[in-house]
């Protein structure tokens, strides 16, 4: 499921089962979701940065 984030958003946890290894800033308007055990960020004009993580419970 992709989110799009309506603000800037500094994120170190997403759904609070995924934390990353380092902060990342999502822009107001991009999308972002999980795929792979990373966190993908669409940052438009056909490029999505990559972002590593870990998955916890």
């Known amino acids: 499921m992709?989110?799009?984030a309506d603000r800037m958003v500094?994120?170190?946890v997403v759904n609070r089962w995924f934390h990353l290894r380092e902060p990342t800033f999502v822009g107001?308007?991009?999308s972002y979701w999980i795929e792979a055990g990373e966190l993908c960020?669409?940052?438009g004009g056909g490029r999505v940065s990559r972002h590593c993580g870990d998955m916890c419970r």
Do not use: E, H, I, P
């Open 2 to 4: 992709r989110v799009t």
């Open 10 to 12: 500094l994120l170190t």
């Open 28 to 30: 107001a308007g991009q």
């Open 41 to 43: 960020v669409d940052r």
